[in-house]
């Protein structure tokens, strides 16, 4: 597992800082244009009512009760997964770190969401929604994008449910192929059936490492990859390391990667 220490951290939150507005420049243009060359999902997205993703509906089913309730981490302005399924009700909350962001570019380009986005930083959404409280724990194109990709699925199986199932879905290596530019510091792959996170930094075969609480399946790996882990357990205390050390390590990053003073730049202040 990724060792939580500051300079660690601080590494991790400046890359990710530095790819804030990239992000932003992205969805900015998307939205602007109605989605450009996408505009089947920009249309999709603002479609009220619409049936839930395809891919999530089977999952759905597995549950045994009708009313379902489900997170989207890193849903971006505008969650793609819709909102009905006959038979069920539903609970869709998307979350984003750059929420606040995307409201500012909704209202600039007179966007009106069904459902909006709220604020989360998926490397602690337990502090917000607490643990067992989903059934069904979604990410998609988005944890590869993520400050420390290994402590959100450890949160997102937090606030899963037992017996809930959480789903992600990505490109292989995509921190490769846009060779670690903006928000692509994590490549997300698959070996030996197994999921794995990694960079030039880290390697971690995250399957392995929740193999006592978890199981994992694989809907798809050819091309793009569809997993899904079903919450056998809690997840053990302490293993992503407890919020108030943490807590305490990020802010020290954070300040970290502000960068440092030189001492003879610093002048005594009169007394």
Not at 142 to 163: E, K, Y
Not at 185 to 204: E, P, Y
């Amino acid at each position: 597992m990724l060792r939580q220490n500051v300079k660690s951290l601080a590494q991790m939150w400046g890359q990710w800082v530095a790819g804030v507005q990239y992000e932003i420049n992205y969805w900015d243009r998307w939205l602007g244009s109605r989605g450009g060359q996408h505009c089947e999902d920009f249309a999709n997205r603002m479609t009220p009512d619409r049936p839930i993703d395809g891919m999530i509906g089977p999952i759905i089913d597995r549950l045994p009760k009708p009313d379902v309730q489900i997170l989207d981490i890193g849903a971006g302005p505008l969650t793609c997964l819709g909102a009905t399924r006959p038979g069920y009700r539903l609970e869709i909350v998307p979350t984003d770190a750059l929420a606040d962001q995307y409201d500012r570019l909704l209202e600039k380009h007179r966007i009106r969401p069904q459902i909006r986005t709220m604020f989360a930083l998926g490397e602690d959404i337990e502090l917000l929604f607490g643990q067992n409280t989903f059934d069904i724990v979604h990410c998609q194109n988005a944890l590869d994008h993520a400050i420390d990709p290994v402590r959100v699925l450890l949160q997102m199986l937090t606030v899963c449910r037992v017996g809930g199932y959480v789903m992600l879905r990505h490109a292989h290596n995509e921190a490769e192929h846009e060779q670690y530019s903006g928000f692509h510091q994590w490549n997300l792959t698959m070996r030996h059936n197994d999921f794995v996170i990694w960079n030039r930094d880290h390697d971690i075969n995250f399957s392995d490492e929740v193999a006592g609480f978890a199981s994992h399946e694989v809907l798809m790996s050819e091309g793009y990859l569809i997993n899904v882990f079903r919450k056998r357990n809690d997840v053990p205390v302490g293993l992503g390391g407890d919020f108030s050390n943490r807590i305490a390590s990020f802010q020290s990053a954070v300040v970290a990667s502000l960068g440092t003073v030189e001492q003879s730049n610093l002048v005594a202040p009169d007394n």
